[in-house]
Nanobody, 115 residues
Framework: QVQVVESGGGLVQAGGSLRLSCAAS????????MGWYRQAPGKQRELVAV???????NYADSVKGRFTISRDNAKNTAYLQMNSLKPEDTAVYYC?????????WGQGTQVTVSS
């Protein structure tokens, strides 16, 4: 089994930056993708960014050019650098890890961007 724990959320003013971390443990050899979803109040959960073990990335159109996902395979940790934050980025951000036949989620971390 794989477990993930995210950290790094908080309150920031519009235009500011935050970095989220997602640390994986357990059967880490089975992990392919790691990334984040987010869910704002009253909205559906949306994929923010994902990175594979090989380093391929994919981003939501709404964050392209502002967010950067990276991964340190030696530390089993993924990072989401969020720059030029906007109030509409306010949401609970959920880290995930997936592999063949599974997807594991973290508890979520709140990101609040004030205008």
């Amino acid at each position: 089994q794989v477990q993930v724990v995210e950290s790094g959320g908080g309150l920031v003013q519009a235009g500011g930056s935050l970095r989220l971390s997602c640390a994986a443990s357990g059967s880490i050899f089975s992990i392919n993708g790691m990334g984040w979803y987010r869910q704002a109040p009253g909205k559906q959960r949306e994929l923010v960014a994902v990175i594979t073990t090989g380093g391929r990335t994919n981003y939501a159109d709404s964050v392209k050019g502002r967010f950067t996902i990276s991964r340190d395979n030696a530390k089993n940790t993924a990072y989401l650098q969020m720059n030029s934050l906007k109030p509409e980025d306010t949401a609970v951000y959920y880290c995930f890890a997936d592999g063949s036949g599974y997807q594991t989620w973290g508890q979520g971390t709140q990101v609040t961007v004030s205008s």
